[in-house]
């Protein structure tokens, strides 16, 4: 048997990250497996519908990397893959079940339905049709049909008796059917709704393993009844716990957490928000960390899959992109950051290259970068205490006598470069029998206004250049006093 499995997403938005983590174990199966990996489109609740949101799913897969084999925008035998384009599939197969007694038309309206609903409000009850037209005379269907009254067919649930399924996860799942309401699998406006199409779907285009959220366990009993009454094989289900933002909810567009483009605007790279996203609920059953999308194909597998909700922890994010960074070659880390760079501080007035090189191995996510550099385009406010460090034994006092000891130091170099720099520096301190850090930690301060910044007194100068180095450090004297 081939593995076929599909990542279905429904066009309201933008991928969030729990959508991000189905789709990329629903690819990596099927990769793991040699089977198909399809993309499907759900777009039947066409109220909820978000303009864009196909083109913006099209592009986060691709972004990702998670390649489809079939799919609305590359085709395939099981087309079409948007659901709005097969509303001619799915009332051929409601009918069937018209005719086997698994579904009926209703005529209910809109009034009596949301006075039922009322009603079990008030009573403190969930709501649950009653059935009403269920026992509707045939030649009084084919009258209200044929005047053109509008309907929908519900799925006619048994009201005794238990249904279930088998999840790979969670194992075997049951319910009471009474519990269970007769859902709706057709709407007025024609289409299917979900509880329908899915199932119709899914069988039509072979799918062997469905994995998606929780949110649908509860409802998958009544999808393998449909399965039951057309005398289908059902899929393997592998339901996924949910990704929580903290111990107490979810994570949630709603509350700011980033969605997957806003992680790729921010300068995370996407080989560190899949690694990371792997890892939410799913284990290797080793201390291996770092996995690149390559690895995981070759050994994700439904064994290591978490039944308990995972915590999606930016600080752990951060920390594996900061791993990713590093381990970009320069070019690669330059070529990310040149256009953070270029935000911050121009196209020619520093040179970048050398910027890129002194923050390659401390940047942790490409958006902190402006604030990393900004000083070099401006120098900041600070007060004389920042000169005070106790390792490096300075304080105001000492940097005035050094800062005051390196200016004509500095005004003698010619040649502005980083060696030229350093070796005049270096002899001078040598021959003032201070220590290292009681001038170059005060020349760093006072040209830079940072405790911590990208490389050190020497190269912040050559940056600099000249001029704005000796500017700055006849400010910061004057500072002192
Ligand atoms: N369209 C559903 C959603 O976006 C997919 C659920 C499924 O995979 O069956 O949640």
Redesign the pocket.
């Known amino acids: 048997m081939q593995v076929r499995t599909r990542f279905?997403?429904?066009p309201t938005g933008y991928l969030h990250l729990g959508?991000l983590r189905?789709a990329l174990y629903t690819y990596l199966f099927a990769r793991k497996e040699g089977g198909k990996f399809i993309l499907r489109i759900?777009d039947t609740d066409q109220e909820r519908e978000v303009p864009g949101a196909i083109e913006k799913i099209y592009s986060s897969m691709r972004a990702a990397g998670l390649t489809y084999d079939e799919g609305p925008d590359v085709g395939g035998d099981y087309g079409p893959y948007i659901q709005s384009q097969r509303r001619d599939t799915y009332l051929p197969f409601a009918k069937k079940l018209v005719e086997s007694g698994h579904a009926y038309y209703c005529f209910c309206t809109k009034e009596r339905l949301d006075e039922a609903r009322a009603e079990a409000e008030r009573e403190g009850r969930t709501f649950k049709y009653d059935k009403h037209c269920l026992h509707m005379p045939k030649e009084e269907i084919q009258r209200r049909l044929e005047a053109g009254e509008p309907y929908v067919i519900r799925q006619n649930v048994p009201t005794e008796g238990r249904a279930g399924f088998d999840d790979v996860l969670y194992g075997r799942v049951e319910v009471d059917c009474s519990t269970l309401d007769d859902n709706v699998l057709i709407k007025a406006d024609g289409l299917p709704t979900?509880n329908f199409a899915?199932v119709i779907d899914d069988h039509l285009m072979g799918i062997t393993h469905?994995m998606?959220?929780t949110e649908?366990l509860s409802s998958a009993p009544k999808y393998n009844l449909l399965y039951e009454a057309f005398g289908w094989q059902p899929p393997l289900y592998v339901h996924l716990p949910v990704v929580m933002r903290d111990q107490t909810r979810k994570l949630s567009k709603r509350y700011g957490d980033p969605s997957f483009e806003d992680l790729l605007e921010m300068g995370y790279l996407k080989e560190a928000i899949i690694n990371f996203i792997a890892l939410l609920g799913w284990s290797p059953r080793s201390e291996r960390e770092f996995f690149t999308l390559k690895e995981l194909e070759e050994c994700f597998d439904l064994e290591g899959l978490n039944k308990s909700p995972s915590i999606f922890d930016m600080d752990k994010l951060t920390w594996f992109n900061a791993e990713y960074m590093r381990k970009l070659s320069f070019e690669e880390f330059y070529e990310k950051a040149r256009p953070w760079l270029v935000r911050a501080l121009g196209e020619d007035k520093f040179d970048l290259r050398r910027i890129a090189e002194l923050l390659h191995n401390r940047t942790e996510v490409l958006n902190r970068i402006p604030e990393m550099v900004d000083f070099l385009a401006q120098m900041p406010q600070f007060e004389n205490e920042l000169y005070t460090h106790k390792k490096m034994k300075t304080n105001p006092d000492i940097a005035r006598s050094a800062l005051n000891g390196i200016r004509p130091v500095l005004e003698g170099v010619e040649e502005w470069t980083e060696a030229v720099l350093h070796d005049r520096v270096m002899e001078a301190i040598a021959q003032s029998g201070m220590k290292n850090g009681q001038v170059l930690w005060p020349l760093r301060i006072a040209i830079s206004g940072k405790a911590s910044t990208p490389g050190g007194a020497i190269e912040i100068a050559y940056l600099l250049g000249k001029e704005e180095t000796l500017r700055r450090l006849d400010q910061s004297i004057a500072n002192l006093g």
């Open positions: 279905a997403p429904s959508g189905t759900e979900y899915n469905v998606r959220g649908y």
